[in-house]
DNA sequence: TTGTTCTATATTTTATCACTAACTATTATA
DNA sequence: TATAATAGTTAGTGATAAAATATAGAACAA
């Protein structure tokens, strides 16, 4: 899988999901994991990044299967932040797509 | 715009460039800009990694506007890169599409 | 009961690598 | 001489990878 894809968008991905729901860091991993290649601490720095700049914000809840799960919720900056991210990302694959297409169908 | 996003798709955008047509690093660059932003130095960067990995080869071209011209041709090796890499861009593309959208319109 | 191991979970540290910013250098032309 | 067209380089930044460490609970053996 390639590495460079991935700048930028895990991030997209991971608030997208928190756009839905709460979930917790090694939730999250395991979810886009299904989807994707991504080693086991990419998604915590991102997290960190994320509450850093208070687009979530986490509490703990005990689990009866291991350690506390701290659960990360999206904020109101979060949702627009995923929203103007979402935006970008879509602007920016368009244009790729027609560089793309342009040097095959026209030729 | 999102300099993340730009990280692998941009070596995507310059193979497509060539698939078409040999192009010089300026014009490159000057096509690309028109699209997207990058920084002037970006290209030659991009340019001497597939070089140094056998996917363009070189030639000079004297021009009557200034410097010789340093033109990039594809490979065949390059051009199956270019192929390989389109797919994996347009699989992750639609991973990442699907991630968006799932959190949006099920909810 | 004690110790061991496994799984789930969180976190940290070091390295890698692509892009940016900001240069230098060269040729032709006005 | 200044400007435009062209090539190239260097230091820095930031996101992800890889590989650890840490902890809580469950299962199991001695």
Redesign the pocket.
């Known amino acids: ?1 390639n ?2 894809f ?6 997209l991905c991971v608030l997208s999901k928190l756009l839905r729901k709460d979930c ?7 979810a886009l994991s299904q989807r994707m ?13 994320l509450r850093d700049d208070a687009y979530v914000e ?1 509490y703990l809840v ?10 990360y919720h999206l904020t109101e900056k979060g949702r627009k932040y995923q929203m103007k991210l979402k935006e970008e990302w879509m602007d920016f694959v368009q244009t790729v797509q027609e560089i793309i297409d342009e040097s095959t169908s026209t030729r």
Chains 1, 2 share one sequence.
């Open positions: 899988m590495v460079q991935k700048k930028g968008a895990l991030e917790y860091g090694y939730e999250l991993t395991d290649v991504i080693a086991t601490g990419t998604l915590y720095l991102i997290l960190k990044r986490t005990e689990s009866a299967e291991g350690p506390a799960r701290k659960y």
